[in-house]
C-alpha cells in the first residue's frame, strides 16, 4: 500500500481509502467486519464514514469494529450535514446541527475524537463564519482534529480559506469531490486549487456507482442490489447519473481493459488512484470480492498510450455522467 501526505498536516494516509457507505446496511454486519479487517491487514488506515450512511448504522458498525488498539491505527473520517431526522433544524451546516451530529457521531463511532470531521456539502444559505466558527470549536475541545470538506466547488472552499485567515479559524484541509472517467470535471478548477492551497483531495466513486465495472447493461433497468435500484429508482438522484452516453463510453472503456488485459474495474480505479493531485482514492466495496478487486488497482500500471486512449474517450474536464446533481453542490439554488 502506498503512503500519500494528507495536505499540509504532516500527516500520511493510505492511498486507498475505505469507504464505509455500505457497512452495516447494504452489507451485513458480519461481512461488513470482515471488510474493516482485511482493509486494515492490506494497511488501508483511512476510514470514511458519515452519520448519514444506513441512517448512523455505518458508524456504529465502524465503531465495533474499531474497538481496542484497531481504533489508533486508523486516520478516522465521518461528515455531517444532511438530515438524519425529521426535525427541520438537524440539517445543513448551522452551529447547532454540526455540534449536535459531532456529539452523536462520537457516541456511535465510541471514540472521544474523529480524526476528520467533514462538512458532507455546501450550505449556501448558511455563513461560512458562522460553520467554521462551529469547527474551531469542536477542535478546540479535542473532539475533532482536523476538519475537511465534500464536494464543495473550488470557489466556495476559496471563500471557507479566507474566512479561516480573517477570523484566525480552523482551515479545511482536505476536499473530498466525485471522480471517475465519466465525470472529470474536478480536473478543470478544483485539482488546480488544492494542489495551489496543499489541500489532500479524497474522490469518490472511482466506478461511477458501477457503471465502469460493467453493472449496468441499459439506463432504465438497475441490476439488482445496485444503488439505483435500491435508493429511488431510475428517475432518482442516482438513477439520473446514469445514461445512455455514459454506458456507451463505459463499455469502450471495458474493451480498452480487455486489451490491457485488465478487469474494467481495477482499470478505472488504477486511473484515478494515479492521477496527480489525488491522496487517497475512496473504495466503498459492498462485498468482499469488491474489496479485493480494489486493492488490486494500487499496484497497476498504466501506460501512456492507454491513458491517450482514455482521454479521447473521456476528455479532460468533461462529464458523461452527472456526479455533481445533487443538493446544489454545484451553485446556489442549483444542481
Known amino acids: 500500500m502506498q503512503r500519500r501526505p494528507f495536505g499540509r498536516?504532516?500527516?500520511?494516509?493510505?492511498?486507498?481509502?475505505?469507504?464505509?457507505?455500505?457497512?452495516?446496511?447494504?452489507?451485513?454486519?458480519?461481512?461488513?467486519?470482515?471488510?474493516?479487517?482485511r482493509a486494515l491487514d492490506a494497511g488501508i488506515d483511512l476510514f470514511d464514514t458519515a452519520d448519514y450512511y444506513g441512517g448512523g448504522a455505518s458508524e456504529t458498525l465502524l465503531g465495533e469494529a474499531l474497538q481496542g488498539h484497531k481504533r489508533e491505527r486508523v486516520f478516522l473520517a465521518t461528515k455531517a450535514h444532511f438530515p438524519t431526522s425529521?426535525?427541520?433544524k438537524?440539517?445543513?451546516?448551522?452551529?447547532?446541527?454540526?455540534?449536535r451530529a459531532c456529539e452523536a457521531s462520537l457516541k456511535r463511532l465510541r471514540t472521544d475524537r474523529v480524526d476528520l470531521l467533514q462538512v458532507h456539502r455546501p450550505d449556501f444559505a448558511t455563513p461560512q463564519d458562522e460553520t467554521l466558527a462551529?469547527?474551531?470549536?469542536?477542535?478546540?475541545?479535542?473532539?475533532?482534529?482536523?476538519?475537511?470538506?465534500?464536494?464543495?466547488?473550488?470557489?466556495?472552499?476559496?471563500?471557507?480559506?479566507?474566512?479561516?485567515?480573517?477570523?484566525?479559524?480552523?482551515?479545511?484541509?482536505?476536499?473530498?469531490?466525485?471522480y471517475n472517467l465519466l465525470d472529470r470535471r474536478i480536473e478543470n478548477e478544483l485539482l488546480p486549487f488544492a494542489r495551489?492551497?496543499?489541500?489532500?483531495?479524497?474522490?469518490?466513486?472511482?466506478l461511477a456507482m458501477g457503471m465502469?465495472?460493467?453493472?449496468?447493461?441499459?439506463?432504465?433497468?438497475?441490476?439488482?442490489?445496485?444503488?439505483?435500484?435500491?435508493?429511488?429508482?431510475?428517475?432518482?438522484?442516482?438513477?439520473?447519473?446514469?445514461?445512455?452516453?455514459?454506458?456507451?463510453?463505459?463499455?469502450?472503456?471495458?474493451?480498452?481493459?480487455?486489451?490491457?488485459?485488465?478487469?474494467?474495474?481495477?482499470?478505472?480505479?488504477a486511473w484515478v488512484h494515479s492521477r496527480p493531485?489525488?491522496?487517497?482514492?475512496?473504495?466503498g466495496p459492498r462485498t468482499m470480492q469488491h474489496l479485493e478487486t480494489a486493492l488490486r488497482c494500487v499496484d497497476v500500471e498504466l501506460a501512456e498510450d492507454l491513458c491517450a486512449a482514455l482521454d479521447r474517450i473521456c476528455p479532460p474536464g468533461t462529464a458523461a455522467a452527472d456526479f455533481l446533481n445533487n443538493k446544489g453542490a454545484a451553485r446556489p439554488g442549483g444542481s
Not at 455500505?22 to 479487517?37: F, H, K, M, R, Y
Not at 438537524?90 to 455540534?99: A, E, F, I, M, W
Not at 439505483?228 to 472503456?253: F, H, K, M, P, S
Open 134 to 178: 462551529a469547527l474551531d470549536d469542536l477542535v478546540r475541545a479535542g473532539k475533532v482534529v482536523y476538519v475537511g470538506a465534500s464536494t464543495h466547488p473550488a470557489w466556495f472552499l476559496m471563500e471557507g480559506l479566507a474566512v479561516s485567515e480573517r477570523r484566525n479559524l480552523c482551515r479545511y484541509v482536505s476536499e473530498q469531490p466525485p
Open 90 to 99: 438537524d440539517r445543513g451546516n448551522s452551529r447547532r446541527h454540526l455540534v
Open 86 to 88: 425529521d426535525d427541520p
Open 9 to 37: 498536516t504532516g500527516v500520511s494516509v493510505s492511498s486507498l481509502a475505505l469507504g464505509c457507505m455500505n457497512l452495516g446496511d447494504a452489507t451485513p454486519p458480519a461481512e461488513s467486519l470482515q471488510i474493516v479487517d
Open 196 to 206: 495551489r492551497h496543499d489541500l489532500a483531495v479524497l474522490p469518490w466513486s472511482p
Open 277 to 283: 493531485g489525488i491522496t487517497s482514492m475512496l473504495a
Open 212 to 269: 465502469l465495472a460493467g453493472r449496468y447493461q441499459t439506463a432504465d433497468a438497475p441490476p439488482e442490489g445496485s444503488r439505483v435500484q435500491r435508493l429511488g429508482g431510475v428517475q432518482g438522484l442516482y438513477g439520473e447519473r446514469v445514461t445512455e452516453n455514459a454506458l456507451d463510453r463505459a463499455r469502450r472503456i471495458a474493451a480498452l481493459a480487455d486489451d490491457a488485459g485488465l478487469e474494467p474495474a481495477v482499470l478505472a480505479m
